[in-house]
């Protein structure tokens, strides 16, 4: 699994893309405990390869912050 975590986060928007650019997964919510990538897409297991990360965390005092990066699928 592949989570985006931390303390005091209010918001978390995080998107996962394969190499072509199609989104792979997307979570919107507040719950940035149990939620998170597990290398599959419409439930079907995706095949190694690395992808690209985006979101944004909107923490509880208002600040906010982008991360951005690559994530390895290995089987």
Same mark, same amino acid.
């Given at each position: 699994?592949? #989570?985006? !975590?931390? %303390?005091?986060?209010?918001?978390?928007?995080?998107?996962? #893309?394969? !190499?072509?650019? %199609? !989104?792979? #997964?997307?979570? @919107?919510?507040?719950?940035?405990?149990?939620?998170?990538?597990?290398?599959?897409?419409?439930? %079907?297991?995706?095949?190694?390869? *690395?992808?690209?990360?985006?979101?944004?965390? @909107?923490? *509880?005092?208002?600040?906010? %912050?982008?991360?951005?990066?690559? *994530?390895?699928?290995? !089987?």
């Amino acid at each position: 699994m592949f #989570y985006i !975590r931390g %303390e005091n986060i209010k918001q978390i928007k995080f998107y996962i #893309y394969n !190499r072509w650019g %199609e !989104r792979v #997964y997307k979570y @919107e919510g507040s719950d940035n405990n149990n939620n998170g990538w597990d290398g599959t897409f419409d439930n %079907e297991k995706l095949n190694p390869g *690395v992808f690209m990360y985006y979101g944004t965390i @909107e923490y *509880v005092d208002g600040k906010m %912050e982008d991360v951005k990066g690559n *994530v390895t699928l290995v !089987r």
